[in-house]
């Protein structure tokens, strides 16, 4: 009873933390260099971690197993892992430019597994056979870490394009209104818009340069964030072949979610080497990254709504209305 008092008030305690910290990220966007709104947001952050935390811990001890049996204790690691994220985004860098993407995902996904899923997967039931096993932290762990970096990463290369792509319909609209411009009002009217061309050169310079760098810092942190996460889904791969093969009898089955696990980390394995090509960097290697963010998606959330092959257990049932 002391357990799931402790975690229903942890649960909705991180959950109104994380609410407020949306709150001052969006006020921090409506209203500049505010003082103490960002250090506030880092705070609630770092608050909203150590709830979700003694949320897991409690959960832990109160079931005497790891809690990652279910769909709603997935999400509530996976929502652990955007917090955990952000700090270490934090601690890289000072201007921290994952937080507007860590934020909302943390807040969505404990806001899916608090009112979006059943009563019944709330509660802590006793581990099916196939996940008694040393294998279950090490496995489930290092994949939902994956996914929480993929899918940041990911989200970053989509951000990256839409600046991208912003950019380049801003200048094409420009050079062909000057054209216009040009070919009907004659040889005056082009000097004169030349000239005046030349007056807003600082402007826009500064504006495009700003942009520019924007882009960079979305392009650079996307590439260091899915590395991570491409290590930590390769090694989730693995031990999930290890303990497949002493569940099972074998190491690859081809379940619907070992292959989509697959599919996964072949694209974001296309990600990478087009990193290495210089003329596939930027929005090439962008766009592999934005369908990645999809194949996660079908493959943490698809496989489990469908609720088949071996991973099955992971299935669910959303809220009756």
Known sequence: MIFATLEHILTHLSFSIISIVIMIHLMTLLVHEVIGLRDSSEKGMLATFFSIT?????????????PLSNLYESLIFLSWSFSIIHIISKIWN?????????????????????????????????????????????????MLLSYAALLCGSLLSVAFLVITFRKNIDIFCKSKIFLIKSFLFGKIEYLNEKKSV?????????????????????????????SLGFTFL?????????????????YWNWDPKETWAFITWTIFAI??????????????????????FLI??????????????????????????
């Open 54 to 66: 003694g949320l897991l811990v409690t959960r832990w001890i109160s079931s005497r197993h790891f």
């Open 94 to 142: 000072r201007k921290n430019d994952l937080s507007a993407i860590t934020a909302p995902s943390a807040i969505f996904t404990q806001g899916f597994a608090t009112s979006g899923l059943s009563s019944e997967m709330h509660q802590s039931s006793i581990l099916v056979p196939a996940l008694q096993s040393q294998w279950l932290m090490m496995h489930v762990s290092m």
């Open 198 to 226: 030349f007056k807003h050169t600082s402007f826009l310079s500064f504006r495009n340069y700003y942009k520019y760098q924007l882009a960079q810092r979305l392009d650079y942190w996307s590439y260091r964030v899915i």
């Open 234 to 250: 390769t090694i989730g791969i693995l031990s999930g072949a290890v303990w497949a093969n002493e569940a099972w009898g074998s």
């Open 271 to 292: 990600y990478l080497h087009t990193r290495t090509n210089q003329s596939l960097q930027g929005t090439n290697s962008a766009f592999v990254a934005s369908i990645g």
């Open 296 to 321: 996660i998606w079908i493959c943490y959330f698809g496989i489990n709504l469908l609720g088949i092959g071996l991973h099955s257990y992971g299935s669910f049932t959303l809220t009756p209305n």
